[in-house]
Nanobody, 131 residues
Framework: QVQLVESGGGSVQAGGSLRLSCAAS???????????WGWFRQAPGKEREGVATIYTAGGSTYYVDSVKGRFTISQDNAKKTLYLQVNRLKPEDTAMYYCAAGAWARCSRTGLGRPGDYNYWGQGTQVTVSS
């Protein structure tokens, strides 16, 4: 099992920045069996949306079009932490942000991950952007 805990959300004005973190803990074997990591977001009344994906093998990253050039996903393997740097925030970025992790066998091998690719989910961190 892997537990994921997000942090770093908050309330900012449009144009501001935040750094979201997702700390992983659990069985060492389970963590090293993670093949893909992702960030999703869900705004009130809307479906959960994939925002960014990073693949453990090779570090390839993928983003939804609406955040390209503004958001950056990265990971620190030593700290077992996933990050999402969010810059030039817009009011439409307001949502609960979730991190997710998927075992190798479950991950897609390319492209922005879908919810079904992930075994483990965090509880979310709220990002609110005011105009």
């Amino acid at each position: 099992q892997v537990q994921l805990v997000e942090s770093g959300g908050g309330s900012v004005q449009a144009g501001g920045s935040l750094r979201l973190s997702c700390a992983a803990s659990g069985y060492t074997y389970s963590i090293y069996n993670i093949g893909c990591w992702g960030w999703f977001r869900q705004a009130p009344g809307k479906e959960r949306e994939g925002v960014a994906t990073i693949y453990t093998a090779g570090g390839s990253t993928y983003y939804v079009d609406s955040v390209k050039g503004r958001f950056t996903i990265s990971q620190d393997n030593a700290k077992k932490t996933l990050y999402l740097q969010v810059n030039r925030l817009k009011p439409e970025d307001t949502a609960m942000y979730y991190c997710a992790a998927g075992a190798w066998a479950r991950c897609s091998r390319t492209g922005l991950g879908r919810p079904g690719d992930y075994n483990y989910w965090g509880q979310g961190t709220q990002v609110t952007v005011s105009s």
